[in-house]
C-alpha cells in the first residue's frame, strides 16, 4: 500500500532521518517505535505532506505521494498528529466537521458522525463543548475521531497514548485494534513499545532517525536488544 | 442633543467595528497588523465615488462596487505582498514592514495619479435629516448603523455555520493541522482576505460620504485598530465592541468636552486600556491540554 525507501530529511544541516524504508501492507498495523527525537514525528509529518523529504521515494498505491498536506489527504492518508493538537477555540463537533473538510457527501459526513458517537460514546455527550475543556483522554478520542471523519484508508497515528492514564491507554489501543478490524490500515508511531509490538503486525525501531532493526511485531518483541533497550528486560 | 449623539456616535462606532473586524480577521489567521488595510479603505472610497459621480450609476450598485473592488484589491494585495512571505514562513515582522510598504505605496499612487485632491460626496446623500423624538438624526447615520451591522452579522453567521468559516477559525488556531484536515492554506488565506476587502469597501464608502475621499484618509484605521485592542486583537465579538464603545465615547467627548480632544482621548483610552488590560476585552487564553 505504502512503501518508502531511502527516505531523507533535514531541519537544515541537520538529519533528522537517514535511509528509512518501510513497507506498509493493506489491512495491517505497522509500528514504529523509538526515543524520544528518534525521528517517529519526522517520519509521520513527512509522509502526511507537511515536511519536505531531502532524499528518497514515498510510494502509495504505486505513485508518487504528492508534496502538499491538503493533496495527501484527498488521496486518503490522514495523520493523527502528536499531543493531538485539537482546535481549543471549536467545539467537539466543529472539531470533528473539519476532519471531514474536504467531503461534501453531507449525508455521508452524519451518518459517519453517528458512527463516531458509537465508537466514542463520550464524545456525544460533549459535542457542544469547547475541545479545550476536554480531558487528555477525551482530547485523544476526539483526535482520532477528527481523522476517521475523513474515511482514510491509511490512518497515522503519533503516539496517541502520549501523557494516559494506565487504562485510557488501553483503551485507545482497544480502539487501535477495532479501527484496523473495520478496514483501515494503520501506521503507529509509539514509546510505549511493548503496547505497540505486541499488536503490530510489521514494525521498526528508529534510533537518531536510522532504522536498526525492522521484522514482524513478534519478532522484535522477542529481539534481545529491543527487550533491553525498549522494554526494560534485562537478561 | 443625547440621542442626536448616541446615534452618530453608534454610527461611527459601528464603522470603526466594521474596519476593526477586518483588521482582526487577517490578525487572527497571519498574526500580524495589516497596515495596508486603510489603503484598501481608501481605495475602496475611491471606486464608490467614481462609480457614483463620474460613471453616473445608481448609490446601491457603487455601494457593491465599491466593496467588491475592495475585496479584490485585499486579494491582490496578499497575493502581490505577503504570499511569497508566508510560503517562506517570516517572521510577522516582515509581514507588518511589507503591509506599512504597500500602504505608502498605495497612498502614493493615488497622488501621483488621481491627485491630492478632496472629493465630497452630493449634500443629498449626506446632509439628510429626519426627525425623531424630537432629535434631528441623520439618514447616512442611519444606513451606516443598519448596514454595518447587517455586514457584521452576515460575516458572523458565515464564521459559525459554513464550511470555509469553521475552516478560518480552526486556521487561527493551528494552521499545521488545518492543512492535516485537507485545507489548502493559500486558497483559505485568499478568502480572508476576500472578506476582509469587502468590509473595507462598505467602510471607506460609509468614512467617504460621512468625511470626504482623499488620499490620506485610510490612517483612520489607527481607531480601527484602537477599537481592535480594546476589545482584544484576533477577536471578532471584542472587534465589534470594541468599536461601538470608541465610537460612542468619541462621539461623547466631542460633543460635550471639545472636539480638539477627541483623538487625545482615543489614544490615551489605548494607553490606559494596553496598562490595565493588555489582552482587551474578549481576547482570550486558550491553553491546550497536554
Not at chain 1, 489527504?73 to 499531543?83: D, N, Q, S, T
Not at chain 1, 453531507?106 to 460533549?126: C, S, T, V
Not at chain 2, 492535516?180 to 462598505?202: D, P, Q, S
Request: hydrophobic share 50%; with cysteine; net charge positive.
Amino acid at each position: 500500500m505504502l512503501e518508502i525507501s531511502g527516505l531523507q530529511v533535514k531541519y537544515g544541516e541537520i538529519h533528522a532521518l537517514r535511509d528509512v524504508s518501510l513497507k506498509v501492507r493493506a489491512g495491517s498495523i505497522v509500528a514504529v517505535v523509538g526515543a524520544n527525537g528518534a525521528g517517529k514525528s519526522t517520519l509521520m509529518l513527512t509522509i502526511a505532506g507537511l515536511l519536505p523529504p531531502a532524499a528518497g521515494q514515498i510510494l502509495y498505491e504505486a505513485k508518487p505521494l504528492p508534496r502538499q498536506a491538503y493533496e495527501v489527504l484527498a488521496r486518503g492518508i490522514c495523520l493523527v498528529p502528536e499531543r493531538r493538537r485539537l482546535y481549543a477555540n471549536l467545539t467537539v463537533r466543529e472539531n470533528l466537521l473539519m476532519g471531514a473538510f474536504l467531503r461534501r457527501d453531507q449525508k455521508g459526513i452524519r451518518a459517519d458522525l453517528e458512527r463516531m458517537y458509537k465508537l466514542f460514546p463520550i464524545l456525544h455527550e460533549r459535542l457542544k463543548q469547547y475541545a479545550g475543556t476536554l480531558s487528555g483522554g477525551e482530547q485523544q478520542m476526539a483526535a482520532i475521531a477528527r481523522g476517521l471523519m475523513s474515511r482514510p484508508r491509511l490512518l497515522l497515528l503519533d503516539e496517541p497514548s502520549l501523557g494516559l492514564a494506565p487504562l485510557m491507554v488501553q483503551n485507545v489501543f482497544k480502539t487501535v485494534r477495532e479501527i484496523r478490524d473495520q478496514g483501515t490500515t494503520i501506521v503507529l508511531a509509539e514509546q510505549n513499545a511493548f503496547e505497540a509490538l505486541a499488536m503490530a503486525d510489521d514494525a521498526l525501531v528508529l534510533e537518531t532517525g536510522r532504522v536498526i532493526v525492522a521484522g514482524s511485531g513478534r519478532d522484535l518483541l522477542n529481539d534481545p536488544l529491543v527487550r533491553k533497550a525498549y522494554l526494560g528486560i534485562k537478561h | 442633543m443625547l440621542i442626536q449623539t448616541l446615534v452618530t456616535g453608534l454610527a461611527i462606532g459601528g464603522i470603526y467595528a466594521l474596519m476593526a473586524v477586518g483588521y482582526s480577521l487577517v490578525f487572527s489567521i497571519l498574526n500580524f497588523s495589516n497596515f495596508a488595510y486603510g489603503s484598501i479603505i481608501m481605495l475602496g472610497a475611491y471606486v464608490g465615488y467614481y462609480l457614483l459621480m463620474k460613471a453616473g450609476l445608481p448609490l446601491a450598485v457603487s455601494v457593491a462596487g465599491s466593496v467588491m473592488g475592495a475585496a479584490f484589491l485585499c486579494y491582490l494585495n496578499e497575493r502581490m505582498a505577503y504570499s511569497t512571505l508566508r510560503k517562506r514562513n517570516a517572521a510577522s515582522l516582515y509581514f507588518m514592514i511589507s503591509a506599512m510598504g504597500t500602504a505608502i505605496f498605495l497612498e502614493n499612487l493615488v497622488y501621483a495619479t488621481i491627485g491630492s485632491r478632496f472629493y465630497a460626496f452630493p449634500e443629498i446623500i449626506t446632509q439628510q435629516n429626519i426627525t425623531f423624538w424630537g432629535a434631528s438624526i441623520g439618514v447616512l447615520d442611519v444606513f451606516a448603523i443598519v448596514f454595518s451591522f447587517t455586514a457584521i452579522y452576515m460575516l458572523h453567521y458565515f464564521l459559525q455555520h459554513s464550511r470555509v468559516g469553521i475552516a478560518i477559525r480552526a486556521a487561527s488556531y493551528d494552521m499545521q493541522v488545518c492543512q492535516l484536515n485537507g485545507v489548502n492554506i493559500t486558497r483559505l488565506v485568499g478568502w480572508v482576505f476576500l472578506l476582509a476587502g469587502a468590509l473595507a469597501g462598505l467602510s471607506g464608502m460609509f468614512l467617504g460620504m460621512k468625511y470626504m475621499v482623499y488620499p490620506t484618509m485610510g490612517w483612520i484605521t489607527n481607531k480601527a485598530y484602537i477599537a481592535a485592542v480594546i476589545g482584544g486583537l484576533g477577536s471578532l465579538p471584542g472587534a465589534v465592541v470594541g468599536g461601538l464603545i470608541l465610537g460612542v465615547l468619541e462621539t461623547l467627548v466631542s460633543t460635550y468636552v471639545s472636539s480638539v480632544i477627541r483623538d487625545v482621548f482615543s489614544f490615551s483610552l489605548l494607553v490606559v486600556l494596553l496598562l490595565v488590560l493588555p489582552t482587551g476585552l474578549f481576547g482570550k487564553y486558550l491553553e491546550e491540554k497536554v
